[in-house]
């Protein structure tokens, strides 16, 4: 193969050695990636939810009868939520308008929520 050619495919790799370390495709680990979803979840419902819940680790809601969510995981496991967050959450309160998220965020959603639960998840219901 001609010099030349050898040398752009070799600039070649390096163009996509870059691309995927700015990406961010290189292998982090596992940890780094919770992190990053528990803080995408706080994200979305700071900006979602907090105008009526208390999102964090202490503090009253906003409306006074959105529960906290650091005490929804002692009514029921926090994944149940999942499903209503993904179809459209609606409980029997008007006030709340009605969210649909896509999975990714519900993912991130569930990790935070389950990050700031005041005791450990309640067992799955029968
Ligand atoms: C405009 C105010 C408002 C916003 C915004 C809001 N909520 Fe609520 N939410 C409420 C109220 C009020 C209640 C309690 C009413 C009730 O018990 O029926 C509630 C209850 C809940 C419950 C408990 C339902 C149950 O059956 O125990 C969950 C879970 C919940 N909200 C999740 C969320 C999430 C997740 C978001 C953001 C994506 C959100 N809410 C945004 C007002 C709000």
Redesign the pocket.
Known sequence: MPAGARNDLRSGLKALLAACLSLGLWVSPAQAVEKDLTTKGEVL?RE??S???AIGKEGVSP?P???PFRT?SS?YPVED?AES?AEG?V???P???I?VFSPHDVEA?IEYLQSIQEQPAAPPRE
């Open positions: 419902v979602n939810c105008r009526c819940h409306h009868e959105a529960p929804l009514k939520l967050l959450i409980s029997g309160h006030d709340m308008p969210f959603i």
